[in-house]
Antibody
Framework: QLLQSGGGFVQPGGSLRLSCAAS????????FNWVRQAPGKGLEWVAG????????YYADSVKGQFTISRDNSRNTLYLQMNSLRAEDTAVYYC??????????????????????WGQGTLVTVSS | SSELTQGPAVSVALGQTVTITCQGD??????ASWYQQKPGQAPVLVIY???NRPSGIPDRFSGSSSGDTGSLTITGAQAEDEADYYC????????????FGTGTKITVL
């Protein structure tokens, strides 16, 4: 289970930190991601982090603005959002990632998927 | 290309079969996974890998892949299947970007 917190209302230029607390599984063994959805829009991948936390990955739209991190001793994922703009207004979801790779016949194939997801938290950036 | 393109909307009669697609060059190398999202709810994984369903997902949901296109099929659509559906893929090279499709709204008539 993933339980999110930390959303809310913030003025342009402000900062906010989202949290995603995991329970019921070995949090430290999994890659995690943040995904957002602007009002009435589709899903947008935001950031990902490796199981140990050493490697982080970002969408171009948030690179240099958002920071993903994790505390494996607290089973918690974070997203620090700085210099927020109106276009960052969205519901933010955390999601656990799994992946597989191997041969299917003679073809090398890879797959990844997101499951489970947190319940989502709304971030509203407005003056 | 890093884009995953889906048709915007499709309708299906109750009990009939519907297939939606997700197209992108990255799908020549990686399988897409598929997510169902109902209004006000978090997305739910329905298909992953070659054609795998998580526990609790009805077997009327199936997936397939050919070339640069992944497909999700609902055989015998039910009213509760009305939702937005998104494909998703991760590129495991370099910066490991992840991509969502543009989403398809399925309406069950």
């Amino acid at each position: 289970q993933l339980l999110q917190s930390g959303g809310g209302f913030v003025q342009p230029g402000g900062s906010l930190r989202l949290s995603c607390a995991a329970s019921g599984f070995s949090f430290r063994n999994y890659v995690f991601n943040w995904v957002r959805q602007a009002p009435g829009k589709g899903l947008e991948w935001v950031a990902g982090i490796s199981a140990g936390g050493a490697r982080t990955y970002y969408a171009d739209s948030v690179k240099g603005q958002f920071t993903i991190s994790r505390d494996n001793s607290r089973n918690t994922l974070y997203l620090q959002m700085n210099s927020l703009r109106a276009e960052d207004t969205a519901v933010y979801y955390c999601a656990q990632e799994e992946s597989s790779r191997g041969y299917s016949g003679s073809d090398w194939v890879e797959a990844s998927w997101l499951d489970p997801w947190g319940q989502g938290t709304l971030v509203t950036v407005s003056s | 290309s890093s884009e995953l393109t889906q048709g915007p909307a499709v309708s299906v009669a109750l009990g009939q079969t519907v297939t939606i697609t997700c197209q992108g060059d990255i799908l020549r190398v990686y399988y897409a996974s598929w997510y169902q999202q109902k209004p006000g709810q978090a997305p739910v994984l329905v298909i992953y890998g070659k054609n795998n369903r998580p526990s609790g997902i009805p077997d009327r949901f199936s997936g397939s892949s050919s070339g640069d296109t992944g497909s999700l099929t609902i055989t015998g659509a039910q009213a509760e299947d009305e939702a937005d559906y998104y494909c998703y893929c991760r590129d495991s090279s370099g910066d490991q970007p992840r991509f969502f499709g543009t989403g398809t709204k399925i309406t069950v008539l």
